[in-house]
């Protein structure tokens, strides 16, 4: 089954770029990705820029809308995911207890849908 883990940071917590703190937050991101890589559990993954470069899109009316920024005004932003494939949710939950990002955000891990089941 495959899985989304959606990495949300606190960019207040978050270590600052350049420290020992930072490059050590780096190394635990490199060693997850290299195991997951090994287990061959892991579909994708990336981080995302800031907040700053998101443009949000709602229709309204039959109009479509664009916004700068994203629409939730909240503490932590998405900050990147991978997506894993993997039997279960407590095996996703055990990968996802091992993003870094944990320790000073949220990891909400959701199931995919699969719209062709039959492949």
């Known amino acids: 089954m ?3 883990l959606l990495i949300y940071n606190d960019p207040t ?3 600052a770029y350049g420290t020992e703190e ?3 937050m780096m190394g635990g991101f490199f060693e997850l990705n290299t195991r997951m890589n090994a287990d ?3 579909v994708a993954g990336e981080g995302l820029k800031g907040i700053e470069t998101a ?3 709602r229709r309204k009316a039959g109009k479509v809308e664009t916004m700068d920024g994203p629409f939730a005004d909240t503490k932590e932003h998405l ?3 991978y997506i894993v494939d993997v039997p279960d949710l407590d095996a996703a ?3 996802a207890a091992d993003i870094p990002s944990a ?3 949220t990891i909400e891990v959701r199931p995919l849908m699969d719209y062709n089941p039959a492949g």
Do not use: A, D, I
């Open 103 to 105: 320790n000073f955000g």
């Open 93 to 95: 939950l055990r990968y």
């Open 13 to 15: 917590r978050e270590p």
């Open 2 to 4: 495959k899985y989304m």
């Open 79 to 81: 900050g990147g995911y």
């Open 40 to 42: 061959g559990v892991l």
């Open 22 to 24: 930072f490059k050590q």
């Open 55 to 57: 443009t949000s899109l």
